[in-house]
């Protein structure tokens, strides 16, 4: 088997100091504005911040990994262009990224930066991702969470460049890189502002009998009993009525998050070079608790033992795990 590299979220730079210390081989990270796919308040880094995190996960043997994983308006890739540069000067060890311009003006501009290529992207194909390969240079791509174990594996023999895949974390049911949901109501959008939901429209309103409803936009997205924790605001996970639904009902996908956890030997025999958390917007207990199970678990991995993975689902999305598409599909 491969060795397979344990690549984790870091929002903030306390985040990031958590990820280090508790074991990650590379954190991912972006900066303060609409060049990653985590642009929230509070979250990400300044300059400053990332010369400095780059800095401190270097001196523990750990990579950093900046997100560039939007898309640029028409006209507007000049912030774009300022963050690789930035990037570059820093020292990351590799940039992700989705639009094809980004990765055109890196692969010319800073050759001796890997490029990752994002979930974003989309690319689940083998033909797609050779062609990212091939004209951009690309070491690593970053599957859609829709592929099952021997759809990778097959994959796997088609392509000249490394696989990354998410182990733990958001489910991601809607296919990445072409969610809109969120800009039908804020005029924002994950791909190319990179906010879904933006704090700004979220509203929640608590009533008489307990209850609390959560709104975007001026939009009712979810309703709560009182004994119910509430639930942040985003589209695709709400609960809605309809003629033919007596009560609301989850009509994208309900609020569960991904674990593979039990998988992780046959991701590696599939071919899996580094397996990724998502949780850029959570917090570092969250961090420190999915990180240092995962190290442990890989560890073992590597050793030949059986891997003795703790109890995660304290750390799920409403207390819910799944394993999704990775171990069987029925849809398509």
């Given at each position: 088997m491969s060795l397979a590299e344990l690549i984790c979220p870091a929002g903030t730079p306390a985040a990031l100091r958590t990820a280090v210390d508790a074991g990650a081989d590379a954190v991912y990270c972006g900066f303060q504005d609409a060049t990653n796919a985590r642009n929230f308040p509070g979250l990400n880094f300044t300059p400053?911040?990332?010369?400095?995190?780059v800095a401190y996960a270097h001196a523990k043997g750990t990579n950093v990994l900046l997100?560039?994983?939007?898309?640029?308006?028409?006209?507007?890739?000049?912030?774009?262009?300022?963050?690789?540069?930035?990037?570059?000067?820093?020292?990351?060890?590799?940039?992700?990224?989705?639009?094809?311009?980004?990765?055109?003006?890196?692969?010319?501009?800073?050759?001796?930066?890997?490029?990752?290529?994002?979930?974003?992207?989309?690319?689940?194909?083998?033909?797609?991702?050779?062609?990212?390969?091939?004209?951009?240079?690309?070491?690593?791509?970053?599957?859609?969470?829709?592929?099952?174990?021997?759809?990778?594996?097959?994959?796997?023999?088609?392509?000249?460049?490394?696989?990354?895949?998410?182990?733990?974390?958001?489910?991601?049911?809607?296919?990445?890189?072409?969610?809109?949901?969120?800009?039908?109501?804020?005029?924002?959008?994950?791909?190319?502002?990179?906010?879904?939901?933006?704090?700004?429209?979220?509203?929640?309103q608590r009533h008489e009998n307990g209850s609390m409803s959560s709104q975007l936009a001026g939009f009712t997205i979810d309703c709560f009993g009182a004994e119910e924790k509430a639930g942040y605001p985003t589209i695709c996970k709400g609960r809605y009525t309809a003629p033919h639904?007596?009560?609301?009902?989850?009509a994208f996908e309900e609020p569960v998050s991904l674990n593979l956890s039990r998988l992780l030997p046959e991701l590696i025999d599939a071919g899996v070079h580094a397996f990724?958390?998502?949780?850029?917007?959570?917090?570092?207990?969250?961090?420190?608790?999915?990180?240092?199970?995962?190290?442990?678990?890989?560890?073992?991995?590597?050793?030949?033992?059986?891997?003795?993975?703790?109890?995660?689902?304290?750390?799920?999305?409403?207390q819910k795990q799944t394993q999704g598409a990775f171990e069987t599909k029925k849809w398509r």
């Open positions: 400053d911040e990332m010369q400095a995190a997100a560039l994983n939007t898309y640029p308006p028409a006209g507007q890739v000049d912030l774009w262009r300022q963050a690789a540069d930035a990037g570059a000067r820093f020292g990351v060890d590799a940039f992700i990224v989705a639009d094809m311009g980004v990765a055109d003006y890196i692969a010319r501009t800073h050759p001796q930066v890997r490029l990752h290529l994002s979930v974003q992207a989309a690319a689940s194909s083998p033909e797609a991702i050779r062609y990212y390969c091939e004209n951009f240079g690309v070491k690593r791509v970053v599957l859609p969470r829709i592929l099952t174990i021997p759809e990778i594996r097959q994959i796997r023999t088609e392509i000249p460049c490394e696989i990354e895949t998410f182990i733990f974390g958001n489910h991601g049911l809607m296919v990445e890189g072409r969610c809109s949901l969120t800009n039908y109501l804020t005029g924002q959008s994950t791909n190319m502002d990179g906010v879904c939901s933006p704090a700004s429209d979220v509203q929640y639904r007596k009560e609301g009902y989850y990724k958390i998502e949780g850029r917007q959570r917090s570092k207990s969250y961090v420190r608790g999915v990180v240092t199970a995962f190290r442990k678990a890989v560890d073992d991995i590597r050793a030949g033992r059986p891997a003795d993975m703790a109890d995660l689902v304290a750390l799920t999305e409403g």
